[in-house]
């Protein structure tokens, strides 16, 4: 696994270290979330809208099997005199979900925003077939249809799940999970009771960049009971800005680097070579 920026320039001022680029023999990531939020005229996606954003894709060399309607709702309760509250649910718009022959990643394009998941993320870089590349993809051909002119959020999301056959309770993390991040589990009293344990905490990465990362370990139902890791980090940067695929993807770059910096920091540096395969 490697989350590395393609022809990008750092941050103005990051706050974390810069990350160890170098790629995991042992990847524990689960799946990757990109979002942008954004303001435009068009307030829905008609169904040659749809065919355009496959067409934009596949010409990028990304293949897609079939298009999904998106019909997106707001509920209004309506109050009267002597009336019972009447709640009215209306259409907002429509738009698109592209899925590609494999299903390895679904791209969402509505009317406000653009999402595209993977669930077999390799890599960051641009060439290849990268996510970033598919990211750019999807981008311009949002920005074709969609036509956005304002974005308010860009967001960037890493679900990881650590799984060992050796760890049976959660103080068995202790040595690859960062000490201060475990907590409780290595208390004196207790910690040795403990059966789960979730935590979240909300960092500030200075401006208008943010991070919510969700840890802890759980009961792993695929692997037979025993203890595994969950490590979620969520990057965002809410600056607004004219909509531009460029600036967007710089934006995206430097979302990579701080959630790298945050995996790593989650780390103890033994387990961290250990999932590299170096010694």
Request: charged share 20%; with cysteine; hydrophobic share 40%.
């Amino acid at each position: 696994m490697q989350r590395t920026p393609a022809d990008s320039e750092p941050a103005a001022a990051r706050l974390l270290p810069e990350p160890d680029t170098r790629l995991l023999a042992r990847p524990p990531l689960e799946t990757v979330v990109f979002d942008v939020r954004f303001l435009a005229q068009t307030v829905s996606l008609t169904p040659e809208s749809g065919l355009r954003l496959r067409e934009f894709v596949e010409a990028s060399g990304w293949p897609v099997e079939r298009l999904e309607q998106i019909q997106q709702h707001a509920m209004q309760v309506q109050f009267g005199p002597d009336q019972a509250p009447n709640p009215v649910v209306s259409a907002q718009g429509i738009g698109w979900r592209l899925i590609p022959p494999t299903g390895s990643w679904t791209a969402t394009v509505v009317p406000g925003q653009v999402a595209l998941q993977s669930t077999n993320y390799e890599k960051w870089e641009a060439e290849d077939n990268g996510f970033r590349s598919l990211l750019a993809a999807v981008l311009h051909a949002a920005e074709e249809v969609a036509e956005p002119s304002l974005y308010q959020r860009v967001g960037l999301r890493y679900i990881d799940r650590f799984v060992e056959d050796t760890t049976r309770r959660p103080g068995d993390w202790a040595g690859r999970i960062d000490s201060a991040m475990l907590g409780p589990l290595l208390q004196g009293v207790f910690g040795q009771l403990v059966i789960g344990a979730q935590q979240q905490l909300e960092l500030g990465l200075g401006g208008s960049r943010r991070a919510v990362l969700r840890h802890g370990p759980f009961t792993d139902g695929a692997v037979h009971g025993a203890i595994s890791y969950l490590l979620d980090i969520d990057v965002s940067d809410t600056t607004s800005s004219a909509f531009d695929v460029k600036a967007v993807l710089s934006t995206a770059d430097e979302l990579n680097l701080d959630a790298l910096a945050l995996f790593q920091a989650c780390i103890c540096p033994d387990y961290l070579s250990e999932l590299r395969g170096t010694p």
